[in-house]
């Protein structure tokens, strides 16, 4: 009687990357990998400027009305008077 079982090398060899033996088709295959990776790497730069510029451009139209100090010795803020603080009496 044969006792069945499961065999977890199989399963394991079924899903793990192998290079082609073939060294044309491996060098092949190692450029098309470094061409993904350099398309990545551009997306990646493109998105980064995109996120910035849109910062930028964000801040720019949140600041379009309001007046802009023009003497460098001039220091623009808003400012809130704040009450002493009243701790209670200690010993």
Partial sequence: MHVF???????RSAFAPRK???PL????LGLVGLGLLLVLLAMSVLVGVAMLTAGVLY???KLRGKPVARDA?????EYRVVGKPVLPASR
């Avoid at 088709?25 to 092949?28: G, I, N, T």
């Avoid at 010795?73 to 803020?77: E, F, I, K, L, S």
């Fill in 5 to 11: 079982q499961f065999r977890f090398d199989r399963l």
């Fill in 20 to 22: 082609p033996r073939h």
């Fill in 25 to 28: 088709l491996r060098a092949l």
């Fill in 59 to 61: 801040r720019l139209w």
């Fill in 73 to 77: 010795r001039v220091v623009d803020g």
